[in-house]
């Protein structure tokens, strides 16, 4: 598989959404000569990962920054993390391997207080970085007419009764009662929806608003369009690109952006020609996956 880096004998890797460090780990394990940097915007993400991967010393280190900031990150400005030190071999800022797993992770869902289920009651923030001065889910609601609700909710999540729930969230504020909690958004959604309309949507009637306010208060599109523009620049030769997006508008910016890559500037080839998908085997094990799309691009030799 060393191969598939550029035949490196020390490949140089980047898990932009390190997480919990499930795919740092694996990417250890697997290149044993690897040397892996992680990036995460989720403090308490970077310190469990930090944990988790402490057995691998020198060859793993983690920067505290959103990937949108790729470029920065990597050449060791602005990391914001106590005591870290880019490794010096790194220097060249040319690396052999990228990986982004888009999305909101597992952790982050799991727990309530973090505010980004509609099946687990807390405090409805969704920032991925809480010790960030990004608005909190509530503030938004708080603060933001119903037509820029419903463009929100229509651009961000795809939903089709957008006006209706930004209506709802208006008249609610106006009675002093705008949604703090997830369990109160997801209690005003299914009240402004008829059954009927529920029963058609084919999921939890909250799904695509909460995803919606996630991706806005995360300017996850934002950080996606930062960080493609920056990659091309640290790709060493034979650099393999790989992104795992959750939902179309993700999707169709990374589809569009590698086949510029290949027909426009002629940088590499795409090596997904159709996005791969999961088997079912993995989405018995993991149910987040089923609306997992991997597409892949590699640089020229």
Not at 15 to 34: I, K, Q, V
Not at 99 to 109: A, K, R
Not at 171 to 183: A, D, F, L, V
Request: net charge negative; charged share 30%; with cysteine.
């Amino acid at each position: 598989m060393e191969d598939g880096l550029g035949g490196k004998d020390h490949p140089r890797i980047v898990d932009g959404t390190l997480g919990l460090g499930g795919y740092s780990e694996a990417m250890l394990r697997e290149f044993p000569r690897a040397e892996v940097i992680g990036i995460d915007r989720d403090a308490e993400a970077l310190r469990r990962a930090r944990v988790r991967l402490e057995e691998w010393g020198p060859r793993f280190s983690a920067v505290y920054t959103n990937f949108g900031n790729l470029q920065s990150a990597l050449s060791g400005e602005g990391l914001g993390v106590s005591g870290w030190q880019f490794p010096p071999e790194l220097k060249s800022n040319m690396f052999d391997a990228f990986v982004f797993d888009l999305g909101v992770s597992n952790m982050q869902l799991s727990e309530g207080e973090r505010g980004f289920s509609f099946q687990r009651d807390g405090p409805l923030d969704m920032r991925m970085d809480p010790e960030g001065d990004a608005p909190t889910a509530a503030e938004v609601l708080a603060r933001t007419d119903a037509k820029e609700l419903a463009r929100i909710f229509w651009e961000y999540g795809e939903e089709r009764h957008s006006r209706r729930i930004a209506a709802q969230v208006e008249e609610c504020r106006r009675r002093g009662k705008s949604p703090q909690t997830t369990g109160e958004l997801a209690a005003l959604i299914r009240g402004c929806l008829p059954e009927p309309v529920q029963r058609k949507m084919g999921g939890h009637p909250a799904r695509r608003v909460f995803q919606a306010l996630r991706i806005f208060v995360n300017d996850e599109l934002g950080e996606l369009e930062a960080m493609l523009e920056q990659l091309p620049a640290l790709a060493a030769e034979g650099c393999l690109a790989v992104i795992v997006s959750y939902h179309s508008l993700e999707d169709r910016i990374v589809k569009h952006r590698f086949r510029a890559w290949e027909k426009e500037t002629g940088w590499g080839r795409v090596l997904t020609k159709h996005p791969v998908l999961p088997g079912e085997e993995e989405m018995e094990r993991n149910y987040k996956s089923r609306s997992a799309k991997l597409r892949a691009f590699q640089f020229s030799d």
